[in-house]
């Protein structure tokens, strides 16, 4: 890997940041909303029972951004690029499928940390909740775990692209709401299904959001530890995948296309 | 030195179930300073060469080497020494040519960016647009960009694929006259494709012929003419052309067209033929107006290896 290169590309995204005012609204637009609406919705529930639902829903919307940006930045600028035909001159410069990535993922984070600056700050204006009076510890381990997590499933998500093409550009918005009602956020664990609680002990999403659980209520089931290990598993897993993809791209032809 | 070698290359393609071989059992190679050319008909199987040179499309079989390396071993270097440039892949359409120019120059890691940046846009006749977006150009100021981008690094290996599609004669022939004057001022090596054969003849050193995959013959713009073994004349008469259509006949030799007093007619190119029309033309007291021999272009011999079979 060189820095040169990963330094290019984040220009590049950087460019196209200025250049196209909806991609700096996915950042604040979107997670906005949802704060608002978990807010007030959470405002109400308090009202009329006496669940103090505000900092778990809250806390729970503001760290679901590590999740959403990771895996979903790294699949739209992925298809970005095959949209605009762009893959041809990219890789046939000396770029490395692993700085791609590298350079996505940094992006990706800052847009992220402003996500969450934005939203951190709405919550305490808004409803007086300041999540880093949660255990700070804590939160450093969600975040970096969310963050794992999120690249997972973008690079999950980006071997399939390359692999099929754009007609599954789909899964590149999906995905991640696809997890998030298994992920124990909005509810605890308990209150699922058991074939949904079957699917939900095994994300590590559940077990942080589970610990969140635990450190506000005292109740909750979550295992850090447990989440860790099987997100680097995932991890290494979806990276070898993505090594297979691109190759398996290259013999089809696809960067060379820019899909269909 | 040689600084493209292909040997044995091989790629087929699975569309809809059926194999399509794209490019079969390739061999060549060109050395250091040359332009070479590749042509063929559509569907030939000249960018799918290209693109597993440039390592975007992955071969079947077949080795490459590239500046003496094997690209898959020494990619970095082999990368770093060249470019691609294509009409038919733009740079990325949200950013503006400028935008796009220093992405690519920090991608190759280019000494005084800014420098070399100015100078191209300047040689491309792109200085007024810099700060407009690719997506607002008209397609051949977006082909001029990719062609921007193609010398951003001083390539030594240059791979140029249909690179000036859409480009207005004027510019076409300044595009040409840089590749030229590139190619003298560092003496890299070209891998050209192009369906202008004008252009062609005028760039390219040495021209391969590929079709449905294979190589057909590797020559001279020169050499390949002398394999079209007819010239075809075009004469016309102050008046009448029907005794000069006898005279053909009489001769032996096939009339290809014509209208009014002038006739089109074919002669072999090594024979006399058209000396003995003449004495008898005046002999026959018919005055001769204007005589026209069409000797063959780049555009026949195309024709007549892409028709070879049919
Ligand atoms: N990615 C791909 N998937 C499937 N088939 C492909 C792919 N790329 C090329 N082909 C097929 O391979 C053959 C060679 O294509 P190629 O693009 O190399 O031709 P070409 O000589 O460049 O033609 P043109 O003059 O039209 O540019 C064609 O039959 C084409 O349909
Ligand atoms: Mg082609």
Redesign the interface.
């Known amino acids: 890997m ?1 820095l ?2 990963i ?3 984040l ?2 995204y950087f ?2 940041s200025i ?2 005012v909806d991609r700096l609204f996915d950042v604040v637009y979107w997670p906005i909303l949802d704060v608002l609406l978990w807010g007030f919705a959470s405002a109400f529930i308090e009202q009329v029972s006496d669940f103090n639902l505000l900092s778990m829903a809250l806390g729970g919307v503001i760290l679901w951004i590590f999740v959403w940006r990771s895996s979903q930045d790294i699949a739209v600028f992925v298809l970005e690029d095959f949209w ?6 990219l ?5 490395k499928l692993s700085e791609h990535i590298v350079s996505i993922i940094i992006w990706g984070l800052v847009r992220a940390i402003v996500s969450f600056i934005f939203l951190s700050l709405i919550s305490i204006l808004l409803y007086q909740f300041n999540i880093l009076t949660i255990s700070p510890l804590f939160i450093a381990a969600a975040v970096a775990l969310l963050l794992l997590f999120g690249w997972t499933m973008g690079i999950f998500i980006t071997s399939f692209i390359l692999r099929f093409g754009q007609r599954i550009q789909v899964l590149a918005w999906s995905v991640v709401w696809i997890i998030q009602p298994f992920s124990c956020i909005f509810y605890p664990l308990s209150a699922l299904p058991p074939w949904a609680a079957a699917i939900a002990k095994v994300l590590p999403t559940t077990h942080v959001f589970e610990g969140l659980r635990s450190i506000l209520f005292g109740t909750g089931q979550g295992n850090l530890l447990y989440a860790f290990g099987i997100t680097i598993v995932l991890l290494v897993g979806v990276s070898f995948l993505l090594a297979q993809s691109f ?1 398996a791209a ?4 696809m ?2 296309r ?1 899909g269909d | 030195m040689r600084d493209i070698v292909v040997s044995k290359l091989r790629k087929t393609f699975k569309s809809k179930g059926k194999e399509v071989v794209a490019v079969d059992n390739l061999s060549f190679y060109v050395t250091r300073g040359e332009i070479f050319g590749l042509l063929g008909a559509n569907g030939a199987g000249k960018s799918t060469t290209i693109n597993m040179l440039a390592g975007l499309v992955l071969q079947d079989s077949g080795t490459i080497k590239l500046l003496g390396k094997d690209p898959k071993k020494d990619w970095e270097f082999v990368k770093n020494r060249m470019n691609v440039s294509t009409a038919y892949f733009p740079l990325t359409d949200v950013l503006t040519i400028r935008q796009n120019l220093r992405v690519y120059a920090k991608l190759y890691n280019v000494k005084n960016a800014e420098k070399k940046i100015d100078e191209l846009l300047e040689q491309f006749e792109l200085t007024k647009l810099a700060d407009k977006k690719v997506v607002t150009l008209s397609s051949g100021e977006r082909t001029r960009t990719a062609l921007c981008k193609g010398l951003i690094n001083d390539p030594q290996l240059l791979f140029l694929d249909e690179c000036t599609v859409g480009l207005d004669p004027d510019i076409a022939e300044k595009t040409r006259r840089i590749i030229k004057d590139y190619q003298k001022k560092t003496g890299c090596t070209i891998l050209f494709t192009s369906h202008y054969m004008h252009e062609v003849e005028e760039l390219c050193d040495r021209i391969a012929f590929m079709d449905e995959g294979k190589l057909l013959t590797i020559a001279t713009a020169a050499q390949l003419k002398k394999q079209v073994k007819k010239h075809q004349v075009e004469l016309t008469l102050e008046d009448g052309s029907d005794e000069l259509k006898e005279l053909l006949q009489e001769e032996g030799l096939t009339v290809l067209g014509g209208r009014d007093n002038m006739l089109v007619f074919e002669i072999d190119a090594k024979s006399d033929d058209v000396n003995t029309i003449v004495q008898r033309l005046v002999k026959l007291g018919l005055s001769l107006k204007d005589i026209h021999i069409r000797k063959p272009t780049l555009d026949d011999i195309f024709i007549h290896f892409a028709r070879r079979k049919k």
Do not use: D, E, T
């Not at chain 1, 890789?91 to 770029?95: D, L, N, R």
């Not at chain 1, 290259?250 to 032809?253: A, D, E, I, L, V």
């Open positions: 060189k040169h290169r330094k290019a590309l220009v590049k460019y196209i250049n196209r605009s035909r762009n893959l041809y001159h890789f046939s410069s000396p770029v190759k290259k013999r089809k032809g960067l060379a820019g």
